[in-house]
């Protein structure tokens, strides 16, 4: 059947929204949009962990790059618009109203941090996720069993718990607690009760303790004796979930007429946008979709009949149907991978932007414009200097948690850190270190794996680094002495949403068939260099041994 699909990806600094002709996988259009106060900071405290973002960054980004993309395609295309898909990051939750409003959106808290989306790097709920694992060990019920048995503080009730405990107005306005990926499709198909709010099993699997073992939802008293704030939540959750092949409804006339689009127009189910990308990057049982970017989101599919009994500890969850349709999906990630580098490209880029506009030489528009050139190819070329760089087996080593460790076993209290500098470091030898620090916690995953009885087959790169960086994946590839194939798609998030999209219209029954139809295979390959193994299993050990002192030293 032929027809168009609009795939909506929402990164941690963007949405980019594409369409896709659902018979070849080809793009006809694609548009990005930066977060305006993101892109200002506003409403963030990076110091204490605080990452908060605005809905209406949400609502402006969706409603421009959608039609941003209908004037690319062109009439007929329009047209022939079936369905539109949306994945998210996550977990980033928010309070809504009774109507599903986030409260951010209205006049009282419009500039309140607390009443806006808590994005999933937002670590200020450390102490409720404590609060949550305690609770959780001297109760009768494991309700942390299939979420790796560590609760997080990136996560859903950690963070409602937290909002709850410090904000009075906002804990008095709150209905209930809603993730992004969901609040999307409801306010495109036009819902007006919090209730109607579509869950999907991707994120209240992963996330918020839902599984079908328990019955759904954790009990109501297990939140009320960790604390009163809790109670009567989950009776505002519905206990259905859907997964993202699921159609939640059509667009409403409201938002039809908003988009330039019928309302016949299909939505599916959310998502998360690490599982929707591991499908658009033609994700395999047993091969990790490393979805590589700020962070990493590690994906993993392993038909039901083989995970019978089976409890994978210390990941992000494993969930059946959260990333294809009957099978379970696991979750595995580093909190920090891109960001990591990102930070230290701004630490170089710390006199471009705060000397170089004070100085008399030069203009202000041309000290932008320089900051803007060389901040965008420091870490192409510390890349370049740091390849050249000769094997030490003594030269600076760090630990990647500079955003705290997500997998294995959560800990978001955990800080980075570099050790073996002297006189002679210098930018690409901390750069390198910094990048196999990365690499190395990578491999903590795949061992996670491994020990747990889940063999790793082959490691599958998508997202921006593994597209822009041989650098940094052929150390990868070295580290975990695996090959690595990367997705040529440089949009497999919204790729995927896209395929979700066509599921959801009907064009292809389920969504391995959309996979092969629309998915535009692999263009690049990196092959592990044998004759490295044994100095990086030394360099490897080493890294070992410093997270432990790391992870044994009082913050």
């Known amino acids: 059947m032929k027809g168009y699909c609009i795939g909506v990806d929402y990164g941690t600094d963007s949405v980019r929204t594409i369409i896709v002709d659902a018979s070849t996988g080809e793009e006809v259009a694609a548009a990005v949009f930066e977060y305006p106060r993101w892109k200002d900071g506003l409403f963030c405290d990076p110091a204490h962990n ?32 079936k369905a539109i898909s949306i994945d998210t990051t996550g977990s980033t939750p928010v309070a809504v109203d009774e109507s599903g409003t986030p409260l951010a959106l209205h006049a009282a808290f419009s500039q309140d941090p607390d009443a806006m989306f808590m994005l999933w790097k937002d670590h200020t709920a450390v102490n409720e996720a404590a609060a949550i694992n305690a609770h959780a060990a001297a109760s009768g019920t494991d309700y942390l069993r299939y ?10 009730w950690a963070k409602l718990l937290h909002v ?29 009760h ?51 092949d699921t159609p939640v409804g059509t667009l409403s006339a409201a938002w ?28 395999e049982p047993y091969y990790l979709s490393k979805v590589i970017g700020t962070s990493t ?35 595995a990630g580093q909190s920090a991978f891109g960001d990591t580098y990102a930070w230290f490209r701004n630490l170089l880029s710390w006199p471009l932007q705060h000397v170089l506009p004070q100085s008399p030489l030069i203009s202000a528009d041309a000290a932008r414009q320089l900051l803007n050139d060389v901040s965008g190819r420091i870490l192409t070329e510390l890349g370049r ?98 090959p690595i194939r990367v997705h040529r798609s440089e949009q497999t998030c919204a790729l995927g949403a896209a395929m979700f999209a066509a599921t959801v219209a ?43 002192f790391c992870e044994q030293t009082p913050p």
């Open 147 to 156: 979420v790796g048995g560590i609760y997080s503080s990136e996560w859903f």
């Open 385 to 482: 200097k740091a390849a050249e760089l000769p094997f030490d087996e003594g030269s600076e080593l760090a630990v990647d948690w500079f955003n705290g460790r997500r997998t294995p076993d959560a800990n978001q209290l955990l800080k980075g850190a570099i050790s073996e500098l002297s006189l002679g470091s210098d930018a690409p030898k901390i750069y390198r270190a910094l990048v196999e620090s990365t690499c190395f916690g990578a491999r903590k995953i795949v061992e996670r794996f491994h020990r747990e009885g889940i063999p790793v087959k082959g490691i599958i790169g998508v997202g921006g680094i593994p597209r822009k960086s041989p650098f940094v994946m052929q150390m990868l590839a070295d580290v975990l002495q695996m």
């Open 50 to 81: 605080r990452f908060r973002q605005h809905p209406l960054d949400y609502i402006e980004g969706l409603e421009e790059t959608v039609k941003r993309c209908l004037t690319q395609a062109g009439t007929t295309v329009r047209s022939q618009i």
């Open 164 to 192: 709850l405990r410090r904000n009075g107005a906002v804990r008095k306005a709150c209905y209930s607690w809603v993730e992004h990926c969901d609040w999307m499709p409801f306010l495109l198909t036009g819902g007006r």
């Open 297 to 331: 989101c590690d994906m993993l599919v392993v038909p039901k009949p083989k995970m019978d009994g089976v409890v994978v500890r210390g990941i992000c969850g494993q969930v059946d149907g959260s990333i294809i349709p009957g099978m379970i999906g696991l979750e």
């Open 506 to 548: 009907g064009i292809y029954p389920r969504v391995e068939e959309a996979m092969a139809a629309m998915g535009s295979g692999f263009d690049q390959q990196y092959e592990p260099r044998a004759f490295l193994r044994q100095r990086f299993d030394a360099r490897y050990a080493a890294y070992s041994d410093l997270c432990g």
């Open 256 to 283: 039809a007429q908003r988009l330039g689009l019928h309302e016949q127009v299909l939505v599916g189910a959310g998502a998360f946008d690490a599982h929707v990308g591991a499908v658009g990057g033609q994700i």
């Open 194 to 244: 919090a209730q109607d709010i579509r869950r999907s099993t991707c994120a209240a699997g992963h996330k918020a303790l839902w599984a079908a073992e328990f019955g759904g939802w954790p009990a109501n008293g297990f939140f009320t004796s960790l604390d009163p704030l809790l109670d009567g939540f989950t009776d505002r959750l519905p206990t259905p979930t859907f997964t993202a």
